[in-house]
């Protein structure tokens, strides 16, 4: 009895870790992140109104996309696409003039306002990071 129980057990925690593993396999790896913006720089522009939004390739895991949503809510994700985010083709941009994210490659499009996909193969939301707004300067971390 004993020897079925901890085999049960063993069984159980193998898996688990399988399947904990399988749902990470394509996901985005995380990156130390940790930037301001001061919003009164030329480079932050576009920022300075609601629905803009702002490209950064040097940070993040492939660029970090900014976005402004409202007055006081900013929005950050990564660039790579979660569909197969090791591709190196695989990389969202944002439309011109939309609130949307694209990556031409798989066609998955995501809302910059929560990240999650509503077209194409992706299943996963973009990789968000966390922003802070004290009026000014627009601090985005993890």
């Not at 996309?65 to 990389?91: G, K, V, W």
Request: glycine share 6%; net charge negative; charged share 25%.
């Amino acid at each position: 009895m004993k020897n079925k129980i901890l085999y049960i057990l063993l069984f159980s925690i193998a898996v688990s870790m399988w399947s904990c593993n399988g749902d990470n396999d394509d996901y985005i790896p995380e990156v130390k992140v940790n930037f301001i913006c001061d919003l009164y720089l030329p480079t932050y522009t576009d920022l300075n109104f609601v629905t803009g939004s702002i490209t950064d390739t040097t940070k993040g895991y492939k660029g970090i996309i900014i976005y402004r949503a409202t007055e006081s809510d900013f929005y950050a994700f990564d660039m790579a696409c979660p569909y197969d985010p090791y591709d190196p083709d695989a990389l969202v941009t944002v439309e011109p003039w939309e609130s949307i994210a694209v990556d031409e490659h798989c066609g998955s499009k995501f809302l910059l306002l929560d990240g999650f996909p509503f077209e194409g193969p992706a299943e996963k939301p973009l990789k968000a990071y966390n922003t802070y707004f004290d009026g000014r300067n627009l601090r985005v971390y993890n």
